[in-house]
């Protein structure tokens, strides 16, 4: 199906004004017809951002600088495409701007992996969303791989500012770790590497509460937003607040066809409201995630800060998954290693100070 064929073009629209002056009747500006996609439900925090405050901003932007609203058609929570869906669904043009989750692409788009294979440096969403955005305009790479899947960056997304541990029993340290099997995802999981006896479980967040429930896992690795969206308290009352780190894992983009007929204003628009878009996801983030750890406490649970020496020492424990990324990215003919490097160096630059430096042997 050819979705060009649902858009009202620019020309199209002029058309129908000059038609209805001629007729005498008032001309109405209908807009450019433009598909917005994401599979998650409009509840979710980025999707609410992206139609409350993306999507009005760009046409309020469109309209100061005398140019035509768009027609913002805006369809999520799986009616054209499902979470894991929307990087082929932009790829063929069912979406004109949508929200990649690139946590389920790391073949196809590995870059995006950096914040999470360099644990235990920033929970700070802001830093290491605009560390990650400065990447994507000093290395290629990063673009290139959303090229590929027909589609142009625009900005990151930082929705969590960390990853945390929720047990069902007291966890205070290292040692209460030992033997723990533990809910997880993706790259977390090899976060347990080097812990004695430690042993992941994969899962999806959907399913963490069941989990710890029945007793398949002891404890799992999520942010407090979540912990307290899925009322991880009632089965897992004691979170270690160790800042496993925050991790881009939403990246707004627009397919390539389509932009390819904006004009370079309106392009323009699209990406200086998309770095708006990313500053205020981060921000969100980071105030819901103050408010959810002092809910999680009403409900409950309670929460301990793992000691700085230990938090380095399961750091250093762990196998060097950040190098391991970038030698195959090297190995493909990308920037790993100058990318990782840069990056650390930005959060430094930033304040952090990293429990483990992963660029370094």
Known sequence: MDFKMNRRSLLGTGAAAAGAAM????AMAQGQRVTVIDGYPDR??????????YLPEVN???????L???DFQESYGGSIVRPRGVLEGMRLGLGDIGVVT????????????????????SADARLVARSV????????????????????????GVVLNSYQMFGTNPINGLDDMANLRVAGAGYNLRYLEGLDGAAGVR????????????GVVDAAMLWPEAANTFAIAEVAPYMLRADLGAVNSKTLTVNADFWATLDPAVQGVLR??????????AEVAMERAAASEEAYVAAGGTIVDLDPEARSAWANAMPNIAQEWAAELDAAGKNGTAMLEAYIGKLIAGGETPARNWAEA
């Open 23 to 26: 007729m005498g009747m008032p």
């Open 60 to 66: 309020r932007r469109l309209v100061e600088m005398g």
């Open 272 to 281: 200086e409201v998309g770095i708006l878009y990313r500053d205020r996801l």
């Open 68 to 70: 035509e609203e768009m």
């Open 102 to 121: 690139t946590i389920f692409h790391s073949s196809l788009l590995p870059s995006q992996a950096i914040s999470a294979v360099t644990p235990f440096i």
């Open 203 to 214: 899962g999806g967040l959907t399913d963490f509460y069941n989990m710890l429930q029945t």
């Open 133 to 156: 955005d400065e990447l994507a305009t000093e290395f290629p790479d990063m673009n290139d791989e959303f090229v590929a899947e027909n589609q142009v960056y625009l900005a990151t």
């Open 44 to 53: 979710s925090m980025w999707v609410q951002e992206l139609s409350n405050f």
